[in-house]
């Protein structure tokens, strides 16, 4: 991607000459406590740390960073707020509000991932290459946008804090949106820790590999009872892994040449 070379001053604008991010991943903006508290702080002491801005074709300013600041300065009837103005090419412009935004310390683990997708897709790059803009690990973007593969209303849990992240990660060890479910039901309806989680989904795993061993166990002694009519002797089947040996017994020369007629007979 081409890079326009950065330019930046400092100016007091008015709020509404301000307009919201097209890319601000947050989506959940309510007046909580916290809010309230930036509100007092500005009103006693004004906004100390300037909004970041980019101009715009029609004369307004882009809000990149300060989405809270901005939203009190509001609150407030504030006529000014200071401002750094940044002065970038368009596709800088985009990636820079996104890459600010994304890395908001009070992103829901939802937002985030939605900010990420946004930014692999909007770019065309890998998550390696997300990573690199980002300061993250490939691991923590892969894991993250794979809250994205959960269901509806269990994204909508961990948006809002009901599940942790840890126990979001242990619901996509569930292979299926059915037991995922099921599992989320368990964690709500019953309290379970992530501890508690991750132990229900390693004894699931070993029924079904139980059960898995069993009809395997079955299908095999049917098939030996079969071979055993066939050829009138005791016959053992010994599976290892995707193979094994078929073991036919024989107790006399005779024995062992009716065996051999038959199986060439076949």
């Known amino acids: ?18 307009v919201p991010n097209r890319h601000q991943p947050r989506s959940d903006w309510r007046e909580d406590q ?10 006693k002491h004004g906004i100390l ?6 101009r715009t ?21 504030l006529s000014r707020v200071p401002a750094i103005i940044r002065s970038v090419g368009e596709l800088e412009k985009l990636e820079l509000a996104l890459i600010e935004n994304i890395q908001r310390k009070d992103l829901n683990p939802i937002e985030r991932a939605v900010a ?10 890998s998550h390696e290459d997300a990573a690199k803009r980002l300061g993250k690990s490939r691991s923590v973007v892969t894991n993250t946008l794979r809250y994205l593969t959960l269901p509806a209303d269990i994204q909508k849990a961990l948006g809002e804090g009901s599940i942790s992240e840890g126990q979001a990660k ?3 060890e569930m292979k299926t949106d059915a037991e995922r479910q099921e599992l989320f039901r368990k964690i709500v309806d019953e309290g379970l820790t992530v501890a508690d ?9 070993q029924k079904v590999l139980r059960k898995k061993t069993s009809t395997a166990s079955a299908d095999t002694a049917a098939v030996e ?8 002797t005791k016959v053992r089947i010994r599976r290892r892994g995707k193979g094994g040996t078929v073991e036919i017994e024989w107790y006399s020369e005779e024995e062992l040449t009716g065996i051999v007629r038959k199986l060439l007979k076949e």
Not at 49 to 54: A, D
Not at 57 to 77: M, P
């Open 1 to 18: 991607m081409e890079r326009a070379t950065a330019t930046q001053e400092i100016a007091e604008l008015s709020p509404r000459d301000i």
């Open 170 to 172: 242990t619901i996509l």
């Open 34 to 43: 916290h809010f309230e508290d930036l509100a007092q702080s500005i009103r």
């Open 57 to 77: 074709s029609a004369g307004k300013y882009e809000l990149v960073a300060g989405e809270r600041r901005l939203r009190a300065a509001k609150k407030l009837s």
């Open 116 to 125: 990420y997708k946004k930014l692999i897709e909007e770019f065309s790059i």
């Open 197 to 205: 989680a991750r132990t229900y989904v390693s004894r699931r795993g």
């Open 225 to 232: 009872r079969e071979l055993e009519e066939r050829f009138g």
């Open 49 to 54: 740390q300037p909004l970041v801005v980019t």
